[in-house]
């Protein structure tokens, strides 16, 4: 892939980007094996997609004026450190993000959203001091706009600011905007009114009728809130969820756990009839998004067909399925019955110790564990001994970078 942001030094965030795809996979599956000292024969091949055009989210920092924003980032070291680098042409975006952002920004100047100062208050003899009040007031408004786009060409567009008082002008400019982008789906304001470098706030207001957009993978319509958390990469999620569904189905179970199950991802492309499912997620937005998407499977219309299977099939699969928000963790320690096998999906951070000394004493036969950091999963794989690697598989979610996701199948030996 050739940028021009990169080769001008404007934008560095594809840290790989002067490696081959080819190249930066075969380095990270190396760091990958060498990080979890798996044997070969565990290794399926690495799960590649296309290495431009794949990401279904922009995380743009605003800076320049309300008349004429910039969307993008704050330069790295160097000659652009600290400035306002457009990034509305970033080849990783697909053509259909990159159209919405010019008129994003035209919302910008109709709605008089001042963006905000994101320099750190100075005070005397050049020290950093705590931002007032006051100091926030004139610091402007628009903090960033996040975009995400749907397999059907659908976006759902979050503004995060500092505060409530833009609001009013937004619901005002709400039509245009509609006319101006057809595939907007859901318009929201996410209330961050720290200045710290925290991405979004709790406080989110859906200025649309609708408060969800539909992620399509292999016919299952996932449904994302605007707090919900889904992969950058559909083609690669869905080849995650394959993956999975194909390995949960050669081990069978009756009873399903999945752990930090997000809008449900796993736990539904691993129902089956006469499985029992549970799906466990800190969000109560994402449980509620997971909870909508079962629903809709249980309630087909006669004779339709997602992703292989008929309205009958699904009612029966949907029937011993649930979500609940709540941490994993505490959730699986405070639960007596051990399923027959668990999925977890956790975060950077892994699962920690309590929840893998839970499932190294317990009855569960298999675990399948999705991870995006594999030093944490290679600290989580020593505390269950019993548990050893049959599968794995790297898949490249996150090309240019050093970040990717891999998938292993643990059997209690």
Request: charged share 20%; glycine share 8%; with cysteine.
């Amino acid at each position: 892939m050739q940028c021009h942001h990169f080769d001008a030094g404007r934008c560095r965030s594809c840290t790989l980007l002067d490696l081959t795809h080819p190249e930066q996979v075969r380095g990270k599956e190396a760091q990958v094996r060498d990080l979890l000292g798996l044997p070969d024969e565990v290794w399926l091949p690495p799960v590649v997609g296309a290495e431009a055009g794949f990401r279904n989210k922009a995380k743009m920092v605003v800076t320049g004026t309300a008349a004429a924003p910039v969307l993008g980032i704050l330069g790295p070291p160097g000659e652009y450190e600290g400035q306002g680098v457009d990034l509305t042409d970033c080849p990783l975006y697909p053509a259909e993000l990159q159209a919405a952002f010019g008129p994003l920004a035209e919302l910008v100047t109709r709605a008089r959203l001042t963006p905000y100062d994101l320099t750190p208050a100075v005070g005397p003899g050049g020290r950093r001091r705590k931002v007032t009040p006051k100091d926030a007031a004139g610091r402007g408004e628009l903090k960033h706009v996040i975009v995400t786009l749907s397999p059907a060409g659908e976006l759902m567009v979050r503004l995060v600011l500092r505060s409530t008082e833009p609001v009013a002008r937004l619901r005002k400019h709400l039509p245009w905007l509609a006319e101006a982008l057809p595939a907007l789906a859901v318009l929201s304001v996410n209330v961050q009114p720290a200045h710290a470098a925290v991405l979004e706030g709790a406080e989110e207001i859906v200025l649309t009728e609708r408060q969800t957009l539909g992620m399509e993978i292999d016919g299952i319509t996932l449904h994302l809130r605007p707090q919900s958390f889904f992969q950058t990469n559909t083609e690669v999620a869905a080849a995650l969820y394959r993956q999975a569904r194909a390995w949960v189905d050669e081990v069978s179970p009756a009873t399903l756990w999945d752990l930090y199950c997000g809008v449900g991802g796993f736990a539904l492309h691993c129902a089956a009839p006469g499985r029992a499912v549970t799906g466990i997620e800190i969000s109560a937005e994402a449980v509620a998004s997971a909870t909508t998407t079962a629903r809709e499977l249980a309630t087909l219309p006669p004779d339709a067909v997602v992703g292989g299977h008929d309205d009958a099939w699904w009612r029966e699969a949907t029937a011993d399925v649930r979500f609940a928000a709540g941490d994993a963790a505490a959730f699986a320690l405070g639960t007596a019955d051990d399923p027959e096998m668990v999925i977890v999906n956790p975060p950077r951070r892994g699962i920690g110790a309590d929840l893998a000394g839970r499932l190294e004493a317990s009855g569960v036969r298999h675990v399948l564990y999705s991870s995006c950091h594999a030093a944490t999963l290679a600290r989580d794989l020593g505390d269950m001994p019993s548990l050893r690697p049959v599968r794995a598989r790297l898949l490249d979610m996150f090309p240019h970078t050093g970040h990717y996701e891999v998938l292993v199948l643990l059997e209690r030996a």
